[in-house]
């Protein structure tokens, strides 16, 4: 996703949270596990000033299922953001369960799922950009 539309991609440790004012929309995401968004994004989330009318949209990989968005929508709400997307899609379930039966989605995201990832991507940016 980054890539299709030039944004940043770092992780929660390298970003300046002072910075995060500057930009009109801003992407939350992380792989699931236990169904929930990784604990790191979360934290991360939770030590976040808050701001006033930020854009902001999830994304996820999920070993079943879709992504787990309405606690993360509801903390993000309460730092100030208003989720205007999520995209979740299959990736490779390595939860113990699935290695004892023969772990579920192998191969996954695959072509598929990179191609709508890109264009949830690109609508995301045609409609939020900046003028």
Request: proline fraction near 4%; charge should be positive.
């Amino acid at each position: 996703m980054a890539e299709t539309i030039g944004a940043t991609l770092l992780e929660p440790e390298e970003i300046d949270k002072s910075t995060l004012q500057d930009y009109d929309l801003i992407g939350f995401g992380a792989g699931i596990y236990y169904n929930r968004f990784y604990r790191r994004l979360r934290q991360f989330i939770k030590q976040l000033p808050t701001f006033q009318n930020k854009k902001a949209f999830l994304f996820a990989t999920v070993g079943h299922g879709e992504a787990p968005s309405r606690a993360m929508e509801k903390l993000l709400s309460g730092k100030g953001f208003d989720v205007v997307g999520t995209f979740s899609c299959l990736g490779y379930n390595t939860w113990l369960p699935a290695r004892l039966f023969g772990r579920e989605n192998k191969g996954r995201p695959d072509a598929g799922d990179f191609e709508r990832a890109k264009e949830f991507a690109m609508s995301l940016k045609e409609k939020y950009q900046a003028a």
